[in-house]
Every structure is written in C-alpha cells, then in structure tokens.
C-alpha cells in the first residue's frame, strides 16, 4: 500500500504516478467559465471541478467565501447559472440550456457551483448574488460508463460533465467531446490509483 504522502502531481492533482497532463489539451471557448466551489469540495485532490479549470483557459475556480464579493463578474458578459434546480416553494424549475440559448446575450459567463447536490443547492439558495442569477440546467446526454459517481438521477452531474454539456450545446460537440474525453482519462486515472492504494476521495 502506498503511504499517504505520496506526491500529487500540481496541475492534475492526482497521485504522481497516474498523472495524467501530458495527455491534456487546453480547450478553447468564447464563454467564460466560473467555478464556485465549496468548501469541502476545494480540498479533495479529486474534484472534476479542478480538472475543468485546468482544461479550460477561460475558466476560473474560487472558493465559496471568496465569491460573497462579487469580483468574479466580468464586464460585458451575460452571467448565467447552471444548475439542475427544482420547482419548490415560490420558485420555478430553472429551464433546460437547450430552451434559452437564442435568448441568451453573448458572450456568457457560466456559474457552476462545486460540490455535493446538496452543497451546490444550499450555495445557490443561500448567497444573494448567486441567488438573484438568471439560471438553467442541463442533463445527461450519452450514458458515461465511468462517471465517478453515478446518480440514478440523470440532471445530477459532475462538475465537468454539467460544464461539457452546456459548452456542448452553446459551442458545438468538439468542445463536449474533448472535455468528456478528457473526464474519461481523469477517471480512469482514478480507478487506476484506487487499485493500488484504495484512494477514497473522488468527485
């Protein structure tokens, strides 16, 4: 068994023995990409939401306290929040990406939240400038055998995957296909290390 103290690799994050970067290419994207992470989910080593940032030049990945400030809004974008919200008591489901795209000013600046369902939930419903963002969700197109963690709900998706199917859908399906590729490397990686050193903390 390996000791915890082995080396991860910095860009990655993952243990250096699977590092998985040279395999990596950026993807390039009109739409501006902000990653809101909690707090719990910043620090696990394996969070697709990092994996986003580090593929995507336009994106950028902030912790949950730090965008209370509100100086991760860029000028001249249209700022839109993705999430698979629900109908509930004086709210409306958010509408599917698909639906309001034509409607949509660009470019667009994507505001992802990182973290559990429930986490990601508590963000949007809780932080005033997250809560008063236009919003729309996406859902699960092709199935993905080696998702990291499987819901039986398909609007639940993983960081990455909820931002490649809405670049899909806004920037064509080459721009999904790197970013799932790359989610099937990283994932791959992971199972890899979880043989060999029963590596518990995947996102």
Same mark, same amino acid.
């Given at each position: ?10 860009? &990655? ?7 998985? &970067?040279?395999?990596?290419? #950026? ?9 809101? +992470?909690?707090? /719990?989910?910043?620090? /696990?080593?394996?969070? $697709?939401?990092? =994996?986003?940032? !580090?593929? %995507? ?9 730090? $965008?209370?400030?509100?100086?991760? !809004? ?5 700022? =839109? ?7 509930? #008591?004086?709210?409306?489901? *958010? ?8 409607? %949509?000013? !660009? ?5 992802? #939240? ?6 990601? $939930?508590?963000? &949007? ?6 809560? +008063? ?9 092709? *199935? ?12 639940? =998706? @993983?960081? %990455? ?5 809405? %670049? @899909? ?11 799932? $590729? ?22």
């Amino acid at each position: 068994m390996r000791a915890r103290r082995d080396p991860r690799c910095a860009e &990655c994050r993952l243990l250096a023995a699977h590092c998985i &970067c040279a395999r990596l290419a #950026p993807v390039e994207t009109e739409t501006r990409i902000t990653i809101i +992470a909690h707090e /719990k989910e910043w620090t /696990k080593p394996t969070g $697709s939401g990092h =994996l986003a940032a !580090r593929l %995507l030049p336009t994106a950028e990945m902030i912790r949950r306290l730090e $965008s209370r400030d509100g100086a991760w !809004r860029r000028p001249g974008h249209r700022a =839109l929040l993705l999430f698979p919200e629900r109908a509930g #008591p004086g709210r409306e489901a *958010a509408p599917p990406l698909e639906a309001v795209i034509e409607r %949509l000013d !660009r470019p667009l600046q994507l505001v992802v #939240p990182d973290g559990t369902f429930r986490q990601a $939930s508590r963000m &949007c419903l809780r932080e005033p400038l997250l809560l +008063a963002l236009p919003r729309a969700r996406v859902e699960g197109g092709r *199935a993905i055998a080696d998702r990291l963690r499987a819901h039986p709900d398909p609007t639940r =998706l @993983g960081t %990455l995957e909820a931002i490649a199917r809405a %670049l @899909g859908a806004l920037e064509g399906p080459a721009v999904e296909d790197q970013l799932l $590729s790359a989610l099937a490397l990283f994932s791959a990686a992971i199972a890899r290390a979880r043989r060999g050193d029963n590596l518990a903390d995947a996102h």
